[in-house]
């Protein structure tokens, strides 16, 4: 089979129209082509007023090894990759060994879970928050009543902090071994769209995820796992470098050699714990700003023009960066189509924003983070200093908001005037418990303020209107990566100075978003896998 990539026809193409332009990119005879289907789906709307989707396609041919000489050398024509998953162990191969365990339930845990489960490893899975349709509702009680629930909420519970999300499934990392392909066919199997396998960019939304994270977690029972919710991990035993077990906060303790930690970038007290025991970590780069939002049919009209809500494009999506006077880097950052944004807390009296929406992602509103780089010079002080950089910002925001949760807001048009906004105007922000018109211009470092207010008239150059006076500015972002790493081995997935312990996913610095933190929670599985049969061989 070839995977023949870069077919282009237009947006509204007959529908048996894609066999004729394989052919005739292939150079062959119509019935050469034995069969197809479809790889991938993408488009190109660089040009507006002709709109292109971009095919690949997998083919099977009368004469492959002919067209493959033929066509040597282009990139577009190409043996088809193997990408079928196969498991690297199995635990027939180590009998008797302790059951592994993961610590947190979020993308890099559930698929670190899943893959131990289906190699035959029975982990046991400990997650602080509750199961996911109980912390749905504490989840909700934040944004409707203004009650925080600090250990079921946007961050912590069933599914991890990306169970509240738009589920981008897509990512620019490297992926030599086709893991994402394992990563969206579990979660088809687990009731995600087909359509996640093929198109360019899927997505699932919000709904449909809290239901696939139930049948996982169905899955990894099924095969011999198990899954314990409300049990935070609040120590760490650790002898001569070698992990020996681990306290949960209810004091029960748990003999462990093999631990994934997948904590996620908002588990704080978790990172305390681990510094506190002498587990090496290190202060990282990651982004602070805002969320900003549009009409969406701004966007949808700025990007495709006629072609506005044709139903192979959905609601646009765009993605900026400008590079400021002043050195820093301007981004836009986990941008959410025809969503909502969301209050992201985890702890009491703090304000964090970020964005989700529904599969159909038919809100009124496009929202994004636009934020700023920083790096650890920002915040010198060692490995909590990031922590405590975020904390104090996010306690500004709550003081900025009035209380409640309710987080402050500007119109782009008095942010960029340098003037505090009384009122907001005709873009309703979607942020609950709800927005107070302030001046934000105190709600972040002057750098990153005046980055931020040079960069959205650059992005208004992008996007005509992106600068309009009642686009609105929420705040605070913080939380768009981990402020740390809990640094481990290239070759065997440890913590470079306690065996046995296996960080993991985006809050060890590892992934950043839901496919490659989900990607990140497979390698590690299979390095724990590899070295538990290693030490079975060894004893
Ligand atoms: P997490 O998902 O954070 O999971 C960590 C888990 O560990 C949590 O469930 C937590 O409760 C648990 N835990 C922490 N400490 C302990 C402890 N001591 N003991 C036991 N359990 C513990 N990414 C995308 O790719 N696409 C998106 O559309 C997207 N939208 C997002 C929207 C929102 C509102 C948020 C908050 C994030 C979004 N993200 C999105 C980011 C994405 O959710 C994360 O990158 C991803 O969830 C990271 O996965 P993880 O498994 O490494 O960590």
Known sequence: MLRISEIKLPLDHAEDAL?????????????????????????????????????????????????????????????????????????????????????????????????????????????????????????????????????????????????????????????????????LEEFVRAGAPEEILYVSKPHIGTFRLVSMVEKMRASIEALGGEVRFEQRVADLDLQHGQLRGLTLASGEYLPCTHLVLAIGHSARDTFEMLHARGVFLEAKPFSIGFRIEHPQSLIDRARFGKFVRHPLLGAADYKLVHHSGNGRSVYSFCMCPGGTVVAATSEPNRVVTNGMSQYSRAERNANAGIVVGITPDDYPGGPLAGIAFQRQWESRAYELGGGGYHAPGQTVGDFIAGRPSTALGSVQPSYKPGVTPTDLSTALPDYAIEAIREALPAFDRKIRGYAMHDAVLTGVETRTSSPLRITRNNDDYQSVNTAGLFPAGEGAGYAGGIYSAAIDGIEVAEAVARDLVARQAKA
Not at 138 to 165: C, I, M, Y
Request: charged share 25%.
């Open 19 to 183: 066999r004729p332009a394989i052919v005739q990119k292939l150079e062959i005879a119509d019935d050469d082509l034995i069969s197809f289907s479809l790889f991938r789906r993408g488009y190109d709307a660089r040009k507006q007023a002709n709109i292109l989707l971009v095919y690949s396609v997998d083919v099977v041919l009368r004469d492959e090894a002919a067209v493959l000489a033929r066509h040597g050398g282009s990139p577009h024509v190409a043996p088809t990759p193997d990408m079928a998953y196969r498991p690297v162990a199995n635990a027939s191969a180590a009998p008797g060994a302790a059951r592994p365990v993961v610590v947190g339930m979020g993308p890099c845990g559930l698929f670190a879970g899943l893959i131990l489960a289906q190699m035959g490893f029975r982990p046991i899975i400990l997650e602080r928050g509750k199961a996911v349709r109980e912390r749905t509702k504490d989840t909700w009680g934040l944004w409707r009543k203004e009650v925080l629930h600090p250990e079921s909420n946007v961050q912590f519970g069933e599914g991890g902090a990306g169970t509240f999300s738009d589920g981008k499934l897509y990512s620019q990392i490297k992926d030599p071994r086709h893991l994402g392909r394992k990563v």
